[in-house]
């Protein structure tokens, strides 16, 4: 079994670059049958590369091939229907799909990937291991598909994977680890990399992030943040919450470690006004011991120093500043500071930054007010019977997030073997909600006529709402409730 450390993607990879090209560059690398391995991540994706030196005659019409499997679980055992092995379709080797595993050496059929799911490339040109053009394979797997989340320090990512390779000349069909399609005990450990540089212009002067967004990015005001298009992390007028980290500017602590600092205290206050107070906290964060992350832990010593974290350490979140549950501070405005000192706790000049963030960790309410058919309430469970095929049944539905900080509602009908059809979904716009948004009340669904049902069936009507609240690392919050009533034609 191998160990690789994947490293951090700074641009999106759309899989048309060669493995020259910078995108690649400083990619984690391992030996797979006939080649090698390059893998790189961000925030949503893992981007790999299958790199076959060996495969020097273009056998594009061959049905050449490769398996990418995942233990999705991480468990060493074969999970039917859950772990997952990705590859090209037959005869379509820009298409992706991929099968669910069922047991050793049996799988579902193909499922093809969704429009927002994995893709793959296939390309037959050079690359840094040889100038001679052969195949190279290029694959991007939404991390959520593999069970991968890259949120807080308590464990670092990782993934268990395999690899196979196949084409007809030269004739090259192996796996690694060989036992592959048989177990997944001896499958290899990847460990993704949340250490992005946020790009200089965007990063705050000392703390440079909350997570992933740039401290210059949440509104000094209101505490809430909004990301630029495009950038690896969406907010937009996003409040804080559950576990945060805040990340230190990486070059300014460098030259602070350079300048003799060897600790220094967070600074804490609720609201904009008033005294800072030495806030504590304790975290633990893994450091790479040449073999794997083993546990470091940090926490505020009797006189709320933390001690500087080395330079010379990979930790698996660096210049991470401090970790805390914000779930303990009370919703609405806080404040941060951060202050070093050197050895003899006399304090070290650093750019002055006061840091303010909106915490909120409640979640939005809702409720089905009501299902009627005809006019009349249908209760949970009841047997509708539907009078023709034009007949339906309408709702009314209830969100609210008395703080304004709503993101979206969807209203999603389910049946069957995992059908499913919209009747209604919303997401917040600063165009048509403002600066807030509470949600609906006694809304009306479908606006006009009835909501005719697809099929004679028992269904199950998910009314669920998303927080526009952000850990620094994505979107959390979400809630939702569900009713079933049976439906007869």
């Known amino acids: 079994m191998s160990t690789l450390l994947?490293?951090?993607?700074?641009?999106?990879?759309?899989?048309?670059?060669?493995?020259?090209n910078a995108v690649w560059a400083g990619a984690a690398?391992?030996?797979?049958?006939?080649?090698?391995?390059?893998?790189?991540?961000?925030?949503?994706?893992?981007?790999?590369?299958?790199?076959?030196?060996?495969?020097?005659?273009?056998?594009?019409?061959?049905?050449?091939?490769?398996?990418?499997?995942?233990?999705?679980?991480?468990?060493?055992?074969?999970?039917?229907?859950?772990?997952?092995?990705?590859?090209?379709?037959?005869?379509?080797?820009?298409?992706?799909?991929h099968q669910l595993t069922l047991a050793p050496s049996e799988w579902t059929g193909l499922i093809t990937e969704t429009v927002n799911g994995a893709i793959c490339h296939q390309a037959f040109e050079a690359s840094p291991h040889s100038a001679v053009n052969h195949r190279i394979w290029k694959v991007k797997i939404p991390l959520a598909d593999i069970n991968v989340s890259l949120n807080g320090s308590n464990l670092p990512p990782y993934a268990k994977f395999g690899v196979s390779t196949y084409c007809v000349s030269p004739a090259i069909n192996a796996s690694t680890p060989v036992d592959l399609s048989q177990s997944s005990a001896n499958f290899h450990t990847l460990f993704f990399s949340r250490s992005p540089q946020i790009p200089a212009a965007l990063a705050g002067p000392v703390i440079a992030s909350v997570g992933f967004i740039p401290t210059t990015q949440i509104n000094a005001a209101t505490g809430?943040?909004?990301?630029?298009?495009?950038?690896?992390?969406?907010?937009?007028?996003s409040a804080f919450g559950g576990t945060l980290d805040l990340i230190g500017n990486q070059v300014q602590m460098g030259l602070l470690s350079a300048g003799g600092v060897t600790k220094y205290k967070i600074l804490h206050r609720a609201g904009t006004s008033g005294a800072f107070a030495d806030f504590r906290s304790s975290w633990y964060n893994y450091v790479w011991n040449g073999t794997t992350y083993e546990y470091d832990m940090f926490s505020a010593d009797a006189s709320n120093y933390y001690v500087m974290p080395s330079p010379a350490k990979d930790y698996s979140i660096k210049q991470l500043l401090v970790e805390?549950?914000?779930?303990?501070?009370?919703?609405?405005?806080?404040?941060?500071q951060v202050l070093f000192y050197n050895a003899a706790n006399v304090v070290?000049?650093?750019?002055?930054?006061?840091?303010t963030i909106f915490i909120d960790n409640n979640l939005p309410s809702v409720k089905i007010d009501s299902i009627k058919h005809g006019g009349i309430a249908v209760?949970?469970?009841d047997i509708v019977k539907m009078a023709n095929p034009s007949d339906g049944i309408v709702f009314t539905i209830d969100v609210n997030d008395p703080d304004g900080n709503l993101g979206s509602i969807d209203f999603t009908a389910g049946w069957g073997y995992g059908q499913s059809k919209n009747i209604f979904n919303l997401a917040y716009?600063?165009?048509?909600?403002?600066?807030?948004?509470?949600?609906?009340?006694?809304?009306l669904l479908p606006a006009s006529g009835v909501w005719v049902p697809p099929a004679k069936c028992a269904y199950?009507?998910?009314?669920?709402?998303?927080?526009?609240t952000t850990n620094g690392y994505g979107n959390i919050g979400y809630t939702s409730i569900t009713e079933y009533i049976t439906i007869d034609m």
């Open 29 to 97: 690398q391992m030996p797979i049958p006939g080649g090698f391995l390059y893998v790189k991540n961000d925030a949503g994706f893992l981007y790999a590369a299958m790199d076959i030196t060996a495969e020097t005659v273009n056998n594009s019409g061959n049905n050449d091939s490769f398996a990418f499997a995942f233990d999705k679980d991480r468990n060493g055992n074969i999970t039917p229907h859950y772990d997952v092995s990705y590859s090209p379709y037959p005869g379509q080797p820009n298409k992706m799909c």
């Open 460 to 468: 199950g009507f998910c009314l669920s709402a998303t927080s526009r």
């Open 429 to 443: 716009t600063v165009a048509g909600m403002g600066a807030s948004w509470h949600g609906v009340n006694a809304k």
């Open 224 to 237: 809430l943040a909004t990301t630029n298009a495009g950038y690896r992390v969406w907010a937009l007028n």
């Open 348 to 355: 070290v000049g650093a750019p002055a930054q006061t840091v």
């Open 6 to 20: 994947s490293t951090w993607a700074d641009t999106p990879i759309t899989l048309s670059e060669t493995l020259s």
């Open 379 to 381: 209760q949970a469970c």
């Open 324 to 336: 805390f549950n914000s779930a303990l501070l009370a919703k609405g405005l806080h404040q941060f």
